[in-house]
């Protein structure tokens, strides 16, 4: 049973949800905004957030975990470079999602997940 459990599952076993979420998160950082599904959207927005607070850190356990949970690494890199220095002075709320409308196809629900 799924009590109390917040965990959006994607209709996807654990490995392939985890693998889209880490690729979704580090798009996210690289691109500055992607166009994805509300769904995801909503569920990568605290991963995302997460990662640029870790990076405003600065220190190597916060280094070591950004390059464990992005695959890429020029998220890594942008994160600790850019996205530091841009949001030294924020305490949160580094995303914004915009609602785009349907997707033609099979009318899913559109949004743009981007940097404030």
Same mark, same amino acid.
């Given at each position: 049973m799924r009590h109390r459990n917040k965990n959006k599952i994607l209709d996807r076993k654990r490995g392939p949800r985890l693998a889209l979420m880490k690729g979704l998160a580090s798009n996210v950082l690289i691109y500055e905004k992607v166009r994805t599904t509300e769904a995801k959207a909503k569920a990568v927005k605290s991963r995302v957030e997460r990662m640029i607070t *870790? =990076?405003?850190?600065?220190?190597?356990?916060? &280094?070591?975990?950004?390059?464990?949970? *992005?695959?890429?690494?020029?998220?890594? *890199?942008? =994160?600790?470079?850019?996205?530091?220095? /841009? @949001?030294?002075? /924020? &305490?949160?709320? @580094? &995303?914004?999602?915009?609602? *785009?409308g349907a997707r033609p196809g099979d009318g899913g629900k559109m949004v743009q997940i981007e940097l404030v």
């Open positions: *870790l =990076a405003k850190k600065n220190d190597l356990a916060s &280094t070591k975990r950004l390059i464990a949970d *992005l695959p890429q690494k020029m998220a890594v *890199l942008k =994160a600790i470079e850019v996205l530091r220095e /841009r @949001y030294k002075g /924020r &305490t949160g709320g @580094y &995303t914004r999602i915009i609602k *785009l």
